[in-house]
Structure formats: structure tokens, C-alpha cells
């Protein structure tokens, strides 16, 4: 019970996160906070009870302290120690309370309660502010709700350095032939833009979107370029899971949602999307057409060619040059706003986390798979954290702290199964893309100057 207790807890401290996390950015300009602040109190969120309410500026504020001062430590409740001890509040003086809001909205909490008292109402005499404010929050009869507010807006595009604000979102691209599946399946294109430079941070095809390809693509684009300040995506699941949540968190990025049926600010990486559409994709056709490509990663290898010699390049219409001299006159105007780590650690973070059971044999079973484990460890409740692309190496934490690397025993997955597509020999482990990233790198200094589209891709042009 304590162990689902402080799950809970840990569950409310990443929704606060997210509250306030637009608070969190490195480089605000002056008077920015305070808007942001309106803006956010004037917006409804879930609560520990996933009960959507609004929350008051203070709370925003005090939210923010605690963060600042514990981390996510300090976002956790409190546990009471007269656990579901609350006060009672009286029905009648609460129904006329919302009777008095819903017709006269602009009367703040303090004012109905003076007229409760003065028209005698039963109970009346034991509200105060404070709970009479939670109520309308709970019932969502607050002012914000009642009355529209039309407010000058912080504008989330608006942004004054690289890698300041990252744009992410899915394509649907063509049909490939997937060897695992023995089948034509879609490929879905998962890509990231740099808002201020419109670089490529990172892109790459899957044959679906599901939440581990959309991590395997943000982690990359980390590796590569820094922690950025905000990652803006869309309301879809895949980009709301608790997991995405407690990476922004411990890495200190704030994540954006664009409302329901109101894509605002997204329109950069659909723009790029139409680019990919209509320069790439017909490349792309004929390559696979032709039976010159036929895995993924080979496109996947076509992609990155093309995005540098072909997107990077090109002078970009709205900035007048190209996204590659934009990233580089950032980095000469000290613009470049990104946070770099170390790769470890960034990959630690992603690492997804499960709790197992060890078994009288010292032995855990997690995807089918059977591992060994410390004999200490015997009967416990552990913490499993692995990369679901290579379950050939699973971490064992237990309350917290490293114990062991579990030992693989009977193997017959070697991925999670929504990405079984990397089961393929042929496919590049993190390990090696890593290696990879620093290769291209250092070739890429190299031969920035004249860099050719054939020669990147390593295919011979049709005559």
C-alpha cells in the first residue's frame, strides 16, 4: 500500500509539473511571467483526482517555490495525518453560493459570502474564502469559467534563439515492405524542428507512432543537439504519457500541447511535412519501387542525406538563408540556447521503468523474457529500467538504488513488442547510433564545404 501510496503521490507531482512548466523557460523576456501566469490560471488542468478545475495564481506560485527549492520532491502532497478528515461545508449555503455566482459572475467569493451572512442563510456563518473558492473551482463555477477574459497572449513561436523551441509531429509517408511482418506496411515519418534556426533536430521513419518511436526520435535529437527549453506537440496520446511527463521533468524542459481542434503554432512542421511531400517522397517512391531500397534503414539513411544536403542547404523563404547558416550565425551570436549532457545520463532518463516480483529463484520475467538477478534481492518488489529497443540489458533498482544488471537466462524478445520492426539484423542499436551521431559529425566538419546529395546517399543516379 505504501509503495501505491508514493506512486500516487509521484503521479500529482508530474501533473503540478506540468502546470508549470511554460514558468521553468531560461529566457523569458521582461513581463512575460506575469502573463504567462494569467494564462495559465485561466486554463483548466487535472487534478489528483483527474477532476479538470482551474488553479488559483497563488497556488501556481507556490507550485513554482516548491520546485524550484526540491525539484519534483517538492511537488508531492503533503501526507496528512487525518487522511480524508474534511471539512464539512454546508449544502444549502453552497447551492445559494452558485446560485449568487452563475447570476452575478463578477462578484468575487468574499462579496457572496457578506451577502449569504446579511440575507441569514443557514451556514453561511462558516465559510471562508479560501474553501468557498475551492468549491467553484470543483464545480467549475469560478469566474474564469463564467466570464470570458480576453487576454493579451505570451505567443509560444516567438522565440529569440536555436534550440529554444522544438516542434514535433508525425507524417504519414509511403508504403515499405517490413521483412519482420512479411508485409507492406505505412511509414510514419516522426520529425522535430528547431522553431528560430527551422533545422531538423532529428527525423526518422517507423512503420508506426507509437509512444516508443516518438522517445526514440526525442532522445536522438537530444543526444545530438542539447536539452531544449519547450518541445510543442500536438494532444495526441502518444504525446502525453506519464513517461514523457517524468522526462521533462528530470531533464528540465517544459512540453506544450496544442489544443483540440486548434493546431495554432505547428504550422513550421507541416509546412516542412509538405516540403517532404513534395521533393522527398517522389525520390523516395522510385527508390523503393526499384528495389535499390528495400529496408528501413536504408531510408532511413536516404532521409539524412537528403535533409542535409537538400533542406539544410536551401535557402529557407521566410529566413532568407539557409537552416544551416541560421543554426550557425545563432551559435556565433551566442543564441544557441541548448543544454548539453552527457550521454549517459540523457540516456538513463529515457529508460523506460517497470516494477517486478523476484522470484525464490532469483530470477524476474518481464516480455516474455527470463532474467537473473541478485540472490539479495530474493521476494522483492524491484524496479526494472530498460531501453525498449534492446531488452538484452535491463537495470535492477531497488527503493531507489542501483543493485545489479540483470542477466539475461531464456531470451525470445529482444525488443518491446510495439517496436518489433528493430528486431531485424539489420537495424542500428542505440549503441551504435550513438557511435554513429559522433562519426557523422566529425566528417560532416570536415567535408561541410561542397557536400554532395550522391555521394551522402550512396546511391548511383539514374542515367
Known amino acids: 500500500m505504501k509503495s501505491r501510496d508514493e506512486e500516487e503521490r509521484s503521479r500529482i507531482a508530474l501533473l503540478r509539473y506540468e502546470v508549470i512548466a511554460p514558468l521553468l523557460n531560461r529566457s523569458l523576456p521582461r513581463g512575460a511571467q506575469k502573463l504567462i501566469l494569467e494564462e495559465i490560471a485561466s486554463q483548466m488542468y487535472l487534478d489528483g483526482q483527474n477532476r479538470l478545475v482551474y488553479l488559483g495564481k497563488r497556488t501556481i506560485e507556490r507550485y513554482l517555490s516548491q520546485y524550484m527549492k526540491d525539484g519534483l520532491e517538492g511537488l508531492k502532497p503533503k501526507v496528512r495525518k487525518e487522511q480524508g478528515s474534511l471539512k464539512a461545508f454546508p449544502e444549502e449555503a453552497l447551492n445559494a453560493a452558485v446560485h449568487l455566482r452563475l447570476g452575478q459572475p463578477e462578484l468575487s467569493a468574499d462579496s457572496i459570502i457578506d451577502m449569504l451572512r446579511s440575507l441569514k442563510v443557514n451556514g453561511s456563518e462558516q465559510m471562508c474564502v479560501s474553501t468557498l473558492n475551492r468549491h467553484f473551482r470543483r464545480l467549475g463555477k469560478d469566474r474564469p469559467a463564467l466570464k470570458r477574459i480576453i487576454k493579451k497572449r505570451y505567443r509560444l513561436l516567438d522565440v529569440e534563439g536555436a534550440h529554444v523551441l522544438w516542434i514535433g509531429d508525425v507524417w504519414d509517408g509511403p508504403y515499405l515492405y517490413d521483412e519482420v511482418k512479411e508485409k507492406n506496411r505505412r511509414l510514419r515519418l516522426v520529425a522535430i524542428i528547431d522553431s528560430f534556426s527551422r533545422t531538423i533536430v532529428h527525423a526518422e521513419f517507423y512503420f508506426n507512432e507509437t509512444r516508443p518511436c516518438i522517445e526514440d526520435s526525442l532522445l536522438k535529437a537530444i543526444l545530438k543537439h542539447g536539452v531544449p527549453e519547450r518541445f510543442y506537440v500536438d494532444n495526441a496520446r502518444v504525446f502525453r504519457s506519464e513517461h514523457l511527463k517524468r522526462i521533462a521533468a528530470e531533464l528540465t524542459f517544459s512540453i506544450h500541447h496544442s489544443k483540440p481542434r486548434e493546431p495554432q503554432g505547428r504550422g513550421r512542421i507541416e509546412r516542412w511535412f509538405r516540403t517532404v511531400a513534395e521533393k522527398f517522397e517522389p525520390l523516395l517512391k522510385t527508390q523503393i519501387h526499384s528495389q535499390k531500397m528495400t529496408t528501413l534503414a536504408e531510408v532511413n539513411r536516404f532521409l539524412a542525406a537528403w535533409i542535409e544536403t537538400r533542406y539544410h542547404a536551401k535557402r529557407h523563404s521566410t529566413l532568407k538563408m539557409s537552416p544551416q547558416e541560421a543554426l550557425a550565425r545563432a551559435k556565433d551570436n551566442g543564441l544557441l540556447k541548448s543544454r548539453k549532457m552527457d550521454f549517459q ?52 533498482y531497488y527503493e531507489g538504488v542501483y543493485r545489479c544488471e540483470a542477466r539475461p537466462y531464456q531470451m525470445k524478445n529482444f525488443t518491446e513488442k510495439r517496436v518489433s520492426e528493430r528486431q531485424s539484423e539489420n537495424q542500428m542499436c542505440l549503441d551504435d547510433v550513438i557511435e554513429s551521431i559522433v562519426r557523422e559529425h566529425q566528417e560532416e566538419v570536415k567535408t561541410r564545404t561542397g557536400l554532395s546529395f550522391a555521394k551522402a546517399l550512396g546511391v548511383k543516379p539514374n542515367v
Do not use: C
Not at 523474457?369 to 541478485?374: A, F, G, K, M, Q
Not at 534481492?377 to 540489458?393: A, C, I, Q, S
Open 345 to 396: 545520463t540523457v540516456q538513463e532518463v529515457f529508460l523506460w521503468r517497470e516494477k517486478r516480483q523476484v522470484s525464490k529463484l532469483a530470477a524476474v520475467k518481464i516480455y516474455g523474457n527470463l532474467y537473473e538477478v541478485d540472490e539479495a534481492l530474493m521476494g522483492k518488489t524491484v524496479e526494472l529500467r530498460f531501453n525498449p529497443y534492446d531488452l538484452k540489458r535491463i537495470l535492477v
